[in-house]
């Protein structure tokens, strides 16, 4: 048999078990897909639906054109709002840093208990929403831009956490090894061997979870926790549809900007 004829894909008809059972699969799915329809449709109040188009051609008129002079309102939010995802990120990085450090398998001092320890804080984390953080800590510290910064900070240790942990992971061995080899010790090796292919990572990963804050702090003042949020929840509260849209444009554009910037800064460091 040539290579090309070992490298020829042969193609066999399914058995009779396999065909069953992708049959049965396709069944499970519809009868899933119809079961969950029929859910929907009982809780739907198909008035409200029927008369949906009309209600957002009442609000779009309401909304246009926006309200340019409540702009001066709106400054100060936003510079609470970037305060926010920034010193949020950077307590993320405080706090995350030494978990990845802890929770990779090669620079873990304890696989058996703190690697564990370091794991779960991490996906605890990651499993709770920013909003959720900042609903608690709202009601633990007060309304204020407080609870918004560690309520970023909280929901950043995990996203930052589990990418640079995998990264360390993913470090090359015989770097390690011919630091090793000079009779370093093992904070030489992770000072030598380990940060350097590191910190490109760590960089981006910084950089890509700012830009990701920026979204979330946005919304974070419709619980209290400050920022332009704040100016968004009072506009709706009132039915200023006017100024809500302006609000809306500026949270677009704010987002436009950090995207642009963190693509820049990533470009230029990786």
Not at 117 to 145: C, D, H
Not at 165 to 180: G, H, L, N, P, S
Request: with cysteine.
């Amino acid at each position: 048999m040539s290579v090309t004829d070992a490298q020829t894909p042969i193609w066999r008809h399914r058995t009779p078990k396999a065909r069953l059972a992708l049959w049965g699969g396709w069944l499970a799915c519809v009868a899933l897909f119809v079961w969950c329809w029929e859910m929907m449709t009982e809780r739907t109040m198909w008035v409200f639906v029927y008369d949906a188009p009309t209600a957002a051609n009442d609000l779009l008129g309401r909304s246009f054109p926006p309200k340019w002079s409540y702009i001066e309102s709106l400054l100060w939010p936003l510079w609470d709002t970037m305060n926010i995802a920034t010193l949020g990120t950077l307590l993320g990085i405080v706090l995350a840093v030494p978990l990845a450090f802890l929770a990779a398998s090669n620079t873990t001092p304890s696989r058996l208990v703190l690697r564990p320890i370091a794991l779960f804080i991490i996906v605890a984390t990651r499993s709770i929403n920013s909003l959720i953080w900042a609903l608690l800590l709202v009601s633990i510290l007060g309304p204020g831009i407080l609870a918004g910064i560690i309520a970023i900070g909280l929901r950043s240790v995990g996203f930052i956490g589990k990418l640079l942990y995998e990264a360390i992971e993913e470090t090359d061995v015989k770097q390690i090894e011919a630091v090793t080899a000079t009779g370093a010790s093992q904070a030489q090796i992770l000072n030598y061997a380990i940060v350097p292919q590191v910190l490109p990572s760590f960089y981006g990963i910084s950089v890509f979870r700012w830009d990701i804050n920026i979204r979330e702090s946005a919304i974070l003042g419709l619980v209290g926790a400050g920022g332009i949020g704040l100016q968004l929840q009072a506009s709706m509260s009132v039915l200023a549809w006017n100024q809500v849209s302006l609000i809306l444009l500026v949270i677009l554009g704010t987002v436009v900007v950090s995207e642009w910037v963190s693509a820049k800064v990533r470009h230029a460091i990786i």
